[in-house]
C-alpha cells in the first residue's frame, strides 16, 4: 500500500489567502519528504524538501512543517495566486526511490 | 541551464507494439529514474540507474527495460505494449539519487 498519503484530495482557496494541504506518512523510519507541484500537462516541479532532523523548512512563499510523532507534514502556502492552482505531491523518498501520495488539487479562487 | 528533457512529448502506439522513450538529464546529474504516472494517480517507480547500473526496480513486468548510457541518458523500453501502459512516463534526474528533478514526460496512448 501507499507509504504517504494526502488527507483531502481537493482544496478550494481564495486568492490572497494562506493554503495549507496536509500528508501522512506510514513508516517511523522514513527521514527526507518532497513536496512538488504538477501543473496540467506538465511534469512534477520540486518545490521544497525536509529531513527528518529538521521540523520546519521555509522557503519563497512556502513552509514545510514535519510532525515525527504523529507522521505528519504539511506544505503552507502564503498569499495564494491564481498561479498556485495545481496538484501537490508529498513523495517519500526511501533508498532513492520516491513514493507518491495520490495528490491534492488546489484551485485558487479570484 | 537546461533541465531535464524527454522525447519524444507524445506517442501513439498500438497493444502488441514496442516503445523507447528518451531522458537526458541536467548536466552533472549521474542519476536517472523513470516513472509512469497514471491519469488521477501520483508517479509511480519503474527504475533508477546510477553510473549506468540499475539500482533499483519497481513492481513492473519484464516486459519493462531500460539503460543508462555514458553521457548519463537514458532509455526506457516496454515490448508488447497493453492497453494499460497508456500514461504519461516521467524522467527524473538527480546527482546521486536524493533530490529528483523531473522532466515533462511522454504522453503514451495505447489503442
Known amino acids: 500500500g501507499e507509504s504517504v498519503g494526502l488527507h483531502l484530495p481537493t482544496l478550494s482557496v481564495q486568492e490572497g489567502d494562506n493554503s495549507i494541504i496536509n500528508c501522512a506518512y506510514s513508516n517511523s523510519a522514513s527521514d527526507y519528504f518532497i513536496w512538488y507541484k504538477q501543473e496540467s500537462g506538465k511534469g512534477p516541479q520540486f518545490i521544497i524538501d525536509i529531513r527528518s532532523n529538521m521540523d520546519k523548512r521555509q522557503g519563497q512563499r512556502v513552509t514545510v512543517l514535519l510532525n515525527k510523532t504523529v507522521k505528519h507534514l504539511s506544505l503552507q502556502i502564503a498569499a495564494t495566486q491564481p498561479g498556485d492552482s495545481a496538484v501537490y505531491f508529498c513523495?517519500?523518498?526511501?533508498?532513492?526511490?520516491?513514493?507518491f501520495g495520490a495528490g491534492t488539487t488546489v484551485t485558487v479562487r479570484a | 541551464d537546461a533541465g531535464v528533457t524527454q522525447s519524444p512529448t507524445h506517442l501513439i502506439k498500438t497493444r502488441g507494439q514496442q516503445v523507447t522513450l528518451r531522458c537526458s538529464p541536467i548536466?552533472?546529474?549521474?542519476?536517472v529514474s523513470w516513472y509512469q504516472q497514471v491519469l488521477g494517480q501520483g508517479p509511480q517507480f519503474i527504475f533508477q540507474y546510477y553510473e549506468k547500473e540499475e539500482r533499483g526496480r519497481g513492481n513492473f513486468p519484464d516486459r519493462f527495460s531500460a539503460r543508462q548510457f555514458p553521457n548519463y541518458s537514458s532509455e526506457l523500453n516496454v515490448n508488447a505494449l497493453l492497453l494499460g501502459d497508456s500514461a504519461l512516463y516521467l524522467c527524473?534526474?538527480?546527482?546521486?539519487?536524493?533530490?529528483?528533478?523531473f522532466g515533462p514526460g511522454t504522453r503514451l496512448l495505447v489503442l
Open positions: 513523495a517519500e523518498n526511501r533508498a532513492y526511490k520516491l513514493s
Open positions: 548536466s552533472g546529474h549521474k542519476s
Open positions: 527524473a534526474s538527480s546527482y546521486r539519487g536524493e533530490t529528483q528533478y
